[in-house]
């Protein structure tokens, strides 16, 4: 079996977490064997795994980057990381369990905390395209590069008293470390909706704030001009020009955004929720080392949409928490451990 992670033209952390992450929760586990993939950390339910060989699944998610993925019976599907992918896919939403990077700390990933710092992750494009840098320096945030090696960004958030990212996993991870955080909303719309798959596993309701681009490249390589193959290679012929056009105005009104930004009220989701979520993801990563070919799985291959499936259940400890329950109140709470 294979652990795969999807790797682009640089690195992201909430992709690289795979490497850090499974090793520690399934030791001994994987090997070079491209016949079985397993899928963890990341928005890959797609298209892009159909046919070959095996898939496992655990705490995947679908982000509308490729086709929806054809589920046959060479998927198996553990957990997914929320009731938004579940639906997507045709699944029970009750396979929603959570994002399995927030499972950092009891993997023993962590560092001892030395609350200092306000940080600012940008999502990896923005980091490529931008100036943050520049801009983070002005504002006086420390700027935390999702493309750097992970335990470095593990390191630079364990020093932080906030979080301020617009990376989707800079603020799963900082909210199971109890990192006070605020969301930025993407500046590219295709990377905002998985925010909520995350956020609907624990009844969160995410107050987006928004930062301009730190430059004209960066606002370009957002905007629908790099949706399309033409407009890509003109930014890619263009883009020297594109960095240096405005850039003084650019970085001023991002740095003076960012400081603004820094002064806004931040969140945490409920510990008793998160607690759930973890414990119950912990269960079914225990059901994966001794059961692994046991999950959900397509039945027979006709049309996607006529798919029956069966699965075999792994005990669980821990209740469900319904997208229509409260952690706000009410007899759910009562029954929480």
């Not at 960066?218 to 001009?225: G, M, N, T, Y």
């Not at 594109?242 to 603004?260: N, Q, S, T, V, Y």
Request: aromatic content about 8%.
């Amino acid at each position: 079996m294979i652990l795969y992670r999807w790797r682009g033209a640089v690195r992201n952390f909430g992709d690289e977490l795979n490497t850090l992450l499974w090793p520690k929760l399934l030791p001994d586990f994987f090997d070079d064997d491209p016949a079985v993939r397993f899928l963890g950390v990341g928005s890959i339910l797609d298209r892009r795994h159909d046919g070959g060989g095996l898939k496992l699944v655990a705490g995947s998610g679908y982000g509308g980057y490729e086709a929806l993925p054809r589920l046959d019976r060479s998927w198996i599907i553990h957990w997914v990381r929320g009731p938004r992918t579940a639906v997507r896919l045709g699944l029970p939403e009750t396979l929603g369990f959570g994002d399995p990077a927030s499972l950092l700390e009891q993997a023993g990933l962590t560092l001892p905390r030395t609350v200092r710092d306000i940080g600012f992750m940008p999502h990896f494009e923005s980091a490529a395209h931008g100036a943050w840098a520049a801009a983070a320096a002005l504002a006086g945030v420390t700027l935390i590069d999702p493309r750097d090696d992970p335990t470095a960004v593990i390191a630079a958030m364990s020093r932080c008293r906030l979080l301020i990212s617009e990376a989707m996993h800079g603020i799963v991870v900082a909210d199971s470390l109890r990192i006070p955080w605020i969301a930025i909303q993407p500046l590219a719309p295709i990377h905002r909706a998985k925010w909520w798959d995350w956020a609907d596993t624990l009844r969160l309701r995410i107050q987006f704030r928004r930062l301009p681009p730190s430059s004209a490249m960066e606002w370009a390589s957002a905007s629908a001009l790099a949706s399309c193959h033409t407009g890509r290679l003109l930014l890619r012929r263009h883009g020297s020009r594109l960095r240096d056009w405005r850039a003084e105005a650019f970085l001023d009104r991002a740095a003076d955004a960012l400081r603004r930004t820094a002064g806004h009220a931040a969140q945490l989701s409920d510990e008793r929720a998160l607690g759930v979520c973890q414990a119950r993801m912990l269960e079914r990563v225990e059901g994966v080392r001794r059961q692994p070919y046991r999950g959900l799985r397509s039945s027979r291959l006709p049309d996607r949409g006529e798919d029956t499936c069966v699965f075999v259940t792994i005990p669980r400890t821990y209740p469900m928490i319904s997208p229509v329950q409260s952690l706000s109140g009410g007899p759910l709470l009562s029954r929480l451990p």
